[in-house]
């Protein structure tokens, strides 16, 4: 049974990190083994608080070596990793890509190197994001940055389209084949906006912004999710992308029309199969 390894937080109410990457990818046809960075009773933006713990890089390490021990990182198919909660998971996560790739060299890994932004504040824990930038994006097949992210790892200011482009091609010079920018809120105040660059050029993908009290958490894990699945079902890496774009915006919708907060994953899964509106890529 062939699989993709998620490594990634875990809420029990809700869909964010892992709660929110998993089901889509199973919607799409795909058997997810999960392994939890944290797990919390729901994503931190709630006023009220949360409870939970974050797990040891050990415990990330035993349960790879379990998956080991019975014969079957052989079938893992990818390796998507998302929020650390700590600098040691880091290094777990590299062992595991390592691990993984060792026994299945066609697997792929896909980063989403969360580091928070500025208008939230630091959310992750001290020396992550130098892990992330310095040794983790590099070995990556794929990664899935927001805008603050993909200037981190690229060491430049982004302020238009033409810093976004330049920007990406620094990233693909350091490693990864795939660079998709889940967010570049400096292109344009009309519409969402994102970004992939491959060595073959640079795209865009734009819908309209929807409007809401409290902005849904996890979204960003729902795009990597979509864009994982597009690429293991061997879609082009430009299908891929319109695919997660519309996807995503489709559960946004379903969201916004029932008037809620958490993303209603659930409700709206057949826009992981037939997206309802489709928004066109443009080269740039």
Same mark, same amino acid.
């Given at each position: 049974?062939?699989?993709?390894?998620?490594?990634?937080?875990?809420?029990?109410?809700?869909?964010?990190?892992?709660?929110?990457?998993?089901?889509?990818?199973?919607?799409?046809?795909?058997?997810?083994?999960?392994?939890?960075?944290?797990?919390?009773?729901?994503?931190?933006?709630?006023?009220?608080?949360?409870?939970?713990?974050?797990?040891?890089?050990?415990?990330?390490?035993?349960?790879?070596?379990?998956?080991?021990?019975?014969?079957?990182?052989?079938?893992?198919?990818?390796?998507?990793?998302?929020?650390?909660?700590?600098?040691?998971?880091?290094?777990?996560?590299?062992?595991?890509?390592?691990?993984?790739?060792?026994?299945?060299?066609?697997?792929?890994? $896909?980063?989403?190197?969360?580091?928070?932004?500025?208008?939230?504040?630091?959310?992750?824990?001290?020396?992550?994001?130098?892990?992330?930038?310095?040794?983790?994006?590099?070995?990556?097949? $794929?990664?899935?940055?927001?805008?603050?992210?993909?200037?981190?790892?690229?060491?430049?200011?982004?302020?238009?389209?033409?810093?976004?482009?330049?920007?990406?091609?620094?990233?693909?010079?350091?490693?990864?084949?795939?660079?998709?920018?889940?967010?570049?809120?400096?292109?344009?105040?009309?519409?969402?906006?994102?970004?992939?660059?491959?060595?073959?050029?640079?795209?865009?993908?734009?819908?309209?912004?929807?409007?809401?009290?409290?902005?849904?958490?996890?979204?960003?894990?729902?795009?990597?999710?979509?864009?994982?699945?597009?690429?293991?079902?061997?879609?082009?890496?430009?299908?891929?992308?319109?695919?997660?774009?519309?996807?995503?915006?489709?559960?946004?919708?379903?969201?916004?029309?029932?008037?809620?907060?958490?993303?209603?994953?659930?409700?709206?899964?057949?826009?992981?199969?037939?997206?309802?509106?489709?928004?066109?890529?443009?080269?740039?």
């Amino acid at each position: 049974m062939k699989g993709v390894i998620s490594i990634q937080s875990h809420v029990v109410y809700g869909h964010a990190g892992n709660s929110s990457a998993t089901f889509p990818l199973q919607r799409m046809g795909f058997e997810v083994w999960p392994i939890h960075t944290v797990q919390f009773s729901n994503h931190t933006q709630y006023q009220q608080g949360w409870t939970g713990q974050a797990f040891s890089a050990q415990d990330i390490n035993a349960l790879i070596t379990g998956i080991d021990n019975i014969g079957q990182l052989a079938n893992c198919q990818a390796v998507l990793s998302g929020y650390q909660g700590s600098a040691e998971q880091c290094l777990a996560v590299i062992e595991a890509v390592n691990k993984v790739k060792a026994q299945s060299p066609d697997a792929i890994y $896909v980063c989403d190197p969360v580091m928070g932004s500025p208008e939230k504040g630091c959310i992750v824990p001290a020396g992550t994001t130098e892990h992330l930038v310095k040794r983790v994006m590099p070995m990556a097949d $794929v990664i899935v940055p927001n805008q603050f992210e993909l200037g981190q790892f690229a060491d430049m200011a982004i302020n238009n389209l033409e810093d976004a482009v330049t920007a990406c091609h620094k990233a693909l010079a350091k490693g990864p084949k795939m660079v998709l920018v889940k967010h570049l809120h400096s292109v344009s105040n009309e519409k969402f906006t994102m970004m992939l660059a491959t060595k073959q050029g640079c795209y865009i993908a734009q819908r309209p912004h929807l409007d809401f009290d409290k902005q849904p958490v996890g979204v960003g894990d729902l795009i990597s999710a979509l864009f994982t699945a597009g690429l293991l079902k061997g879609w082009s890496p430009e299908q891929a992308f319109e695919h997660a774009n519309n996807a995503s915006y489709g559960v946004l919708k379903e969201t916004q029309n029932r008037g809620e907060w958490e993303l209603q994953t659930i409700a709206a899964q057949q826009e992981f199969i037939a997206p309802s509106e489709v928004f066109p890529i443009q080269k740039v």
